[in-house]
């Protein structure tokens, strides 16, 4: 499974798990605070009935003054479940009456900070039940049911009191918050099994709807950018994967039939090139042939016409007398002049077609043409092989040749270099040739400002 797949299902089956801490957690703090008010009011339901019962089962025995039945009654009650501390407070706040007898005969002091979390509160307002800490610093729910003054207590109570006494219970919340404890933690352990089942099932379901599809299409989009142009996917859903791989298979077929179109131009002008070639090599072939034709005709007849001619005029002005001056100067100059002229035509046959080049090679012919024009102009030259060239084919010893002719002319117009060096290295079927100099040099991606700039680079491509 790719690592970029397994991340996303991750992250979403992490959001979504956050997502539903975010939603359960508030609702099982709800539902938590629902049972804690719910478990309250039935602990003070079960205080205020305790207090009735207690109250009802206490009249007889305090009328009668009968203390072993009024401790019985409390310690009856103190058997009950969850209660920890029963009083019967007279009103000088001494408890006539506790569980067991063990607190009889003590005065409370109201100032207590344990007696203050009730009379703090103005009497008419105290409620009868209020949550607090015992001396052992435990939480207990304190119920507080007065004990009003009746005319039957008249006997012994005076008439002016409003109340005989109060009748003090503490009821444990242990319990409850035991209950409330476990009920917490269900619901966590369930709010937990929930997003974990929701996270797994939604991992799952997720690979399953987009994913996995998600997968198939980048695999196949992987595939053809490697060269499968016949990768294609197969569109089961009409849904927006299915949309998207329809997308992609449309695209595909569309690059496909171009890249054949492509192929098929490139392949005609391949074909048209390779035929340009043919005309341009024939083109120069047959150039090169009537170079060669034309420079040995110059040589075999004008070049003998001229040198009678120079010979004649050496024997006419042998045979004017000293006295002619005048003439014998006129026949030093004309032949002089067909002596410059027998120069520019051995030029004119080097530049048409060296002679060198067909009868001795293409190093001996480069050697002639870097003495011809680098050589006057105070230049240093070298020229070297790296390897033994052997017998060329004469097309690509003209092509070497007009190549390194044509670098010596770009040295001598623009390089203003001081030294020149020629390599040569056969490798193969190739023959490599490196023309350098210590001159300006040229930006190769230099655009020219004329046609007719830059025709000797493109010449020798």
Known sequence: MPVLSRRLRLRVSLAVSIVLIL????????????????????LEIL???TGAIAATSLESAMLTKNRASIQAIIDSIGQASGTSTIYLINPEAEVAVSL????????LDKEAANCQTCHSIPARERPQGIITTNDADEAVFRTMTPILNRPACYPCHSPADRINGVFYMDFSMAGLNSRLADSLRQAFLLSVLIIAVCAVGLYFLLSWLFITPMERIADGMRRFSRGERD???????????GLLAD?????????????????????????????????TAKLISAREEESRRLARRIHDVLGQLLTGLSIYLRLAEDSVPDELTSARGHLTTANRLVQETIDQGHEL??????????????IPALQEEMKRRLDPLGLVTELRTESELGELPPEVTTAAYR??????????RHAHAQRVWIALEKQEDTLMICVEDDGVGIDAGQEWST????????GMR
């Not at 957690?25 to 478990?39: D, F, H």
């Not at 067991?100 to 005065?107: A, F, K, P, Q, R």
């Not at 190549?403 to 001598?412: D, R």
């Open 23 to 42: 939603l359960l957690a508030p609702l099982n703090w709800l539902q938590y605070e629902r049972q804690r008010r719910t478990g309250m009011r039935e």
């Open 47 to 49: 205080a205020a009935a």
């Open 100 to 107: 067991g007898g063990l607190h009889n005969g003590e005065h």
């Open 231 to 241: 990768a294609r996917l197969a569109v089961r859903e009409r849904d927006e994967v």
């Open 247 to 279: 997308v992609y298979n449309q695209m595909a077929d569309t690059i496909q039939s171009q890249e054949a179109e492509s192929r098929q131009l490139y392949s005609e002008l391949a074909a048209g090139d390779a035929v340009r070639r043919q005309l």
């Open 349 to 362: 046959i080097t530049q048409l077609r060296p002679s060198v080049l067909d009868d001795y090679g293409l």
């Open 403 to 412: 190549i390194v002719q044509e670098a010596l002319s770009n040295v001598i």
């Open 451 to 458: 046609p007719l700039q830059g025709m000797g680079l493109l």
